[in-house]
Nanobody
């Protein structure tokens, strides 16, 4: 199984980017999905998660109101729309598939995600 994340890049503060995650060897509709990020010198942190149907989402407080996670199961793709980007959003962003189709109290912990993408770099300049 491989998860291919794309869409990262360099953007000025206040700008927008949309990340995409497409797996191979995995039927996306069977799993809840999440986005995490890791900045230099920091631990990987939860960003957003979405249940298999797309009807329930969860966000880290730091991105709430600015980022939107969505999915299109017909295209086997998960997205992360990032608006009003800040320099502190600079990180490598990873998509991952959760162990289950629905989100429970474990959605924020990377321990409960099974497959991970290779990451895509997002750099926000001030």
């Amino acid at each position: 199984v491989q998860l291919q994340a794309s869409g990262g890049g360099l953007v000025q503060a206040g700008g927008s980017l949309r990340l995409s995650c497409t797996p191979s060897g995995l039927t996306l509709s069977s799993y809840a999905m999440g986005w995490f990020r890791q900045a230099p010198g920091k631990e990987r942190e939860f960003v957003a998660a979405i249940v298999w149907s797309g009807t329930i989402t969860r966000y880290a407080d730091s991105v709430k109101g600015r980022f939107t996670i969505s999915r299109d199961n017909t295209k086997n793709t998960v997205y992360l729309q990032m608006n009003s980007l800040k320099p502190e959003d600079t990180a490598v962003y990873y998509c991952a598939s959760h162990r289950h189709p629905d989100l429970d109290g474990t959605y924020y912990s990377d321990e409960f995600y099974t497959y991970w993408g290779q990451g895509t770099q997002v750099t926000v300049s001030s």
